[in-house]
């Protein structure tokens, strides 16, 4: 019975776990289509990551903000690899 109740919390333990990927990949891809669409720019989010006293890395999490938005509020969050493949093929170096 307990080795029945063990199975069944790990199955569910991986579908939430797959259910959260599934989330991440989703919030990725619409963030990647937004970049490619020219509207925003990208600034790093460097305090959690600083705080932790370490660089930031591809695997981070980064802020992407609304050009147009003068009060810069974020607008969503992508892996930083995806930003700098973004910068790399579509935005000039800001000074």
Not at 5 to 23: E, F, H, M, S
């Amino acid at each position: 019975m307990s080795g029945a109740l063990l199975l069944a919390l790990g199955a569910a333990l991986v579908g939430y776990r797959l259910g959260l990927g599934a989330q991440q990949r989703r919030a990725r891809a619409r963030c990647w289509r937004h970049l490619q669409g020219g509207h925003h720019y990208v600034e790093l989010h460097r305090a959690e990551v600083q705080a932790s006293g370490r660089p930031i890395q591809e695997g981070d999490w980064v802020v992407v903000y609304r050009e147009v938005d003068e009060e810069n509020q974020p607008w969503g969050q992508c892996y930083a690899r995806e930003v700098y493949e973004f910068q790399a093929r579509f935005v000039q170096r800001r000074p």
